[in-house]
């Protein structure tokens, strides 16, 4: 049993995007007297398959020594913004649903993930970030969404 359990999560960490998120600053929200700081950090991501859509997100990172040390688990509270910012170009066929980022949030597999879904009735791409954990999840998420229009320059 632990083998096996060993190995799919060797294949989730092998088979997930390699997508690098871009650290655009952050903003203290709490004070620490001994450590880091708690702080709301925002980063930003382009879509690995679509050309022409970035994403912003936001997410709590816990201070005090165990945060400046690295060990500590990050909170599961974040905000995400997509957008389009140029012409729209899709690399390959999309699938209804797909991982285009995620970003280990303790040492302890624990993740946020963004999943982004193709709603084709509205030509519209749907962006959902949630916090993942190997054996549960938490239902805190958020969610944008780009509708695939013409880009005028």
């Known amino acids: 049993m632990k083998k096996s359990l060993l190995y799919s999560t060797l294949s989730l ?3 997930a995007p390699s997508v690098y998120a871009e650290d655009i600053g952050c903003v203290t929200t709490t004070w620490k007297l001994i ?9 930003a991501f382009d879509d690995p398959k679509v ?5 912003h ?9 165990s945060g400046a040390l690295g060990v500590a688990e990050d909170p599961s509270q ?11 170009a899709i690399k390959g066929t999309l699938p209804e649903q797909e991982t285009a980022f995620t970003e280990d949030t303790s040492l302890f597999f624990k993740e946020t993930k963004v999943t982004r879904m ?8 749907v962006y959902v970030a949630i916090s993942r954990k190997l054996i549960e999840g938490a239902p805190a998420n958020s969610i944008s969404t780009v509708p ?6």
């Open 13 to 15: 960490v092998l088979l």
């Open 35 to 43: 450590g880091a700081n708690n702080k709301i950090c925002v980063q």
């Open 51 to 55: 050309q022409g859509v970035s994403c």
């Open 57 to 65: 997100i936001s997410q709590a990172k816990a201070g005090g020594i």
């Open 78 to 88: 974040f905000s995400i913004a997509c957008r389009q910012i140029g012409p729209i």
């Open 118 to 125: 193709f709603d084709a009735k509205r030509n519209t791409l």
């Open 148 to 153: 695939i229009m013409p880009w005028k320059e």
